[in-house]
T-cell receptor, first 114, second 113 residues
Framework: DVKVTQSSRYLVKRTGEKVFLECVQDMDHENMFWYRQDPGLGLRLIYFSYDVKMKEKGDIPEGYSVSREKKERFSLILESASTNQTSMYLC?????????????FGSGTQLSVL | AQTVTQSQPEMSVQEAETVTLSCTYDTSESDYYLFWYKQPPSRQMILVIRQEAYKQQNATENRFSVNFQKAAKSFSLKISDSQLGDAAMYFCASTDSWGKLQFGAGTQVVVTP
């Protein structure tokens, strides 16, 4: 069974901490995405990557960075966590086939910044 | 830029009845796909149905069907014979040429016995 695994289901951090959210996929997918989910706003794209060591900004990249050193792993980094980054974070991957490809999602990380 | 609008925050339906979720979108792409994803309480996003913009025939997957009106940029989802397991948040989404998805705000479906 194909999988996108996010390292933590729940995470509590303090303001100013550096936070790493890890995502690993076992489908040899080229594309990987980080979304943020907030009530009433749906899912918003933070960053995405189409290849190893490659990254592109999404719609809301401010306050975030990413790292993709290996094809299967895509990390989201909060350099200095703030309370307005309290949210659900979803990682997804897809093959390079194009616009028709469905995304495979992880189960999400609920991050609380206190 | 793409935008996707879901104007119904919540919809309630009785078991075995039919419910229709609305979605409108705006895109500058000439070729695009539209999707409906379901997110149950487990938080695992599940693809329900997808529609290619060039296909006039509405997509159907078992009890799920869409009404795709390209000129009106409308893409509604109909759930027939609703079951308790259909209770979830439903997201409408459109994709650009690179496969990036733009999501709507979501519609919570409540199924009552």
């Amino acid at each position: 069974d194909v999988k996108v695994t996010q390292s933590s289901r729940y995470l509590v951090k303090r303001t100013g901490e550096k936070v790493f959210l890890e995502c690993v996929q076992d489908m040899d997918h080229e594309n990987m995405f980080w979304y943020r989910q907030d009530p009433g706003l749906g899912l918003r794209l933070i960053y995405f990557s189409y290849d190893v060591k490659m990254k592109e900004k999404g719609d809301i990249p401010e306050g975030y960075s990413v790292s993709r050193e290996k094809k299967e792993r895509f990390s989201l980094i909060l350099e200095s966590a703030s309370t307005n980054q309290t949210s659900m974070y979803l990682c997804a991957s897809s093959s390079i086939g194009g616009r028709h490809e469905k995304l495979f999602f992880g189960s999400g990380t609920q991050l609380s910044v206190l | 830029a793409q935008t996707v609008t879901q104007s119904q925050p919540e919809m309630s339906v009785q078991e075995a009845e039919t419910v229709t979720l609305s979605c409108t979108y705006d895109t500058s792409e000439s070729d695009y796909y539209l999707f409906w994803y379901k997110q149950p309480p487990s938080r695992q996003m599940i693809l329900v149905i997808r529609q290619e913009a060039y296909k006039q025939q509405n997509a159907t997957e078992n009890r799920f069907s869409v009404n795709f009106q390209k000129a009106a940029k409308s893409f509604s989802l109909k759930i027939s014979d609703s079951q308790l397991g259909d209770a979830a948040m439903y997201f409408c989404a459109s994709t650009d040429s690179w496969g990036k998805l733009q999501f709507g705000a979501g519609t919570q479906v409540v199924v009552t016995p």
